[in-house]
């Protein structure tokens, strides 16, 4: 009988666990910049634009603004820049933690797909950070993100929970900094193990009912996961760090999730292939609602503003299911709705950020339709990537319509189209930061294999510094 407080576990599951893990790791950090494809390339650079247009959207919200002048007000230099105009220069661990309290901010920034992860928000904030200090070239930041995005990414297919009682950004967030700044700085393989199994140990205690209820203290999470990440990788340096079998002790052992061996094992795609790109500023599992009352509208554009519909019954997939906000008192709660993002997507026909801002918490045209949605579980949920389905049904004076989305936009399976994707970045980037579209459009142009992008100075063998120069000039 095992110990109460180290229950045992199957020696053998725990040792092949281990044993994958391992050599998962040593297999992904032995990638280099030519073993990843073009098309590989690009996507990590879309990434960055992606995350670093998200965090320009929240410049202006009034908590990061606080949160911001804070840092400033006790620093007034340091290695690595903030993402604000003149991109301000602060400590590393405060430029990691600000820059990834706001890519997260607005549900702007992308995801990936095949788990419950937002690989680049985890990544990138810290590795960014460290960048700018050690003086990295950007073709080693490109690489870095690539392969800490395959290793947190792997974590997060490779230990499931089912319900989602912990935030990804709480679990994940701390083994996506460390897995990109070891990478980057590329310490021994032993090494960089220690610092990714020793960040598994370091997750937080986040509820994922928190972003539900609208709380907050959900976006600090990527933020803490940065500041942890980057202790990971020193305290690995110096000999304290985790070991192969942390993660399945972590994960299975003390928080009961079960494990998928092939997600450590399998040799395909890389992972930035298989991210989603988002339009709707809101958590992913409600864009296939936006997307079926989008195609209604477009069959019959009177129904727009809701006025006439009296009944919205939604069936929603498993993990969108439990988002049933009926008063969300911050942006962030509203973000986490099923109720509001249909009811918001009926007034103004989208989901973009004029759906989930402040002054939509107190429209009374949302609060009534919010009340009149009904979510009930979808009957059949398929195989990905039809896993995240819903169906919409409006019932009106005329009769009733109804409406599927198997798979929203935005995914490898239906991608957006670039100019829509660019459209957003421009919308995003245009108020404060003008200047970073074209710094942007040229990272993922060279990423991409052209021989010279937009700026006409940068190249990939320039130092993370003077990209950072470029994209925040104003």
């Known amino acids: 009988m095992g110990s109460v407080l180290n229950p045992t576990v199957p020696v053998d599951a725990r040792q092949q666990v281990a044993d994958a893990f391992n050599a998962c790791v040593r297999r992904v950090v032995a990638a280099e910049w030519r073993d990843l494809s073009d098309m590989v390339r690009q996507r990590a650079a879309m990434i960055v634009a992606d995350n670093v247009s998200a965090a320009f959207s929240a410049l202006d919200e009034p908590q990061v603004e606080k ?38 901010w607005n549900e702007l920034d992308e995801g990936y797909r095949k788990a419950v992860c937002h690989g680049g928000l985890y990544v990138l904030p810290a590795l960014m950070a460290v960048a700018e200090q050690e003086g990295a070239a950007a073709q080693d930041v490109l690489r870095a993100l690539t392969l800490g995005y395959e290793l947190v990414t792997r974590v997060a297919r490779a230990w499931s929970f ?164 009926r008063s969300p008192s911050t942006t962030l709660g509203a973000k986490f709705s099923v109720p509001h993002a249909v009811a918001a997507a009926l007034v103004h026909g989208h989901g973009g950020a004029q759906a989930f801002d402040n002054a939509s918490l107190s429209d009374p045209r949302i609060a009534r339709l919010r009340n009149k949605v009904i979510l009930e579980p979808f009957a059949e949920v398929r195989a990905w990537p039809q896993d995240r389905p819903a169906t919409v049904t409006l019932t009106t004076p005329d009769g009733q319509v109804t409406q599927t989305c198997w798979s929203a936009r935005g995914g490898p399976d239906r991608p957006l189209a670039q100019e829509d994707v660019w459209e957003k970045i421009r919308s995003l980037c245009d108020r404060h930061m003008p200047h970073a579209m074209p710094t942007l459009h040229a990272l993922v142009s060279l990423a991409g294999g052209a021989s010279s992008g937009a700026t006409g100075t940068l190249d990939l063998q320039c130092s993370w510094n003077d990209w950072m120069r470029a994209l925040t000039a104003a």
Not at 80 to 99: D, E, F, I, M, Y
Not at 204 to 215: E, I, K, S, T
Not at 240 to 257: E, F, K, M, Q
Not at 299 to 315: K, P, T, W
């Open 162 to 325: 089912v319900p989602i009682r912990i935030h990804p950004h709480a679990l994940l967030a701390p083994v996506g900094a460390a897995a990109g700044i070891a990478i980057l700085r590329r310490l021994p393989a032993d090494e960089v193990l220690s610092a990714v199994a020793g960040a598994c140990a370091m997750g937080m205690a986040g509820p994922f009912n928190q972003a539900l209820q609208g709380v907050l203290v959900r976006n600090t999470w990527a933020a803490q996961g940065a500041a942890m990440g980057i202790l990971a990788v020193d305290q690995a340096h110096a000999g304290i760090g985790g070991r192969a079998s942390t993660p399945y002790d972590v994960y299975v052992t003390a928080l009961g999730g079960s494990t998928d061996l092939p997600a450590l094992t399998a040799e395909d795609e890389w992972a930035v292939a298989s991210g989603y790109q988002k339009i709707n500023a809101c958590c992913q599992y409600a864009h296939s609602a936006i997307e079926a009352v989008q195609a209604l509208l477009a069959r019959d554009a009177s129904l727009l503003g809701g006025e006439q519909i009296s009944e919205i019954r939604v069936h929603a997939h498993p993990l969108a299911y439990p988002l049933d906000n």
């Open 67 to 104: 949160s911001r002048a804070a840092v400033l007000a006790r620093e007034q230099d340091g290695p690595a820049s903030l993402l604000v105009p003149h991109g301000k220069r602060v400590s590393v661990h405060a430029a990691a933690t600000q820059n990834a309290l706001a890519m997260g």
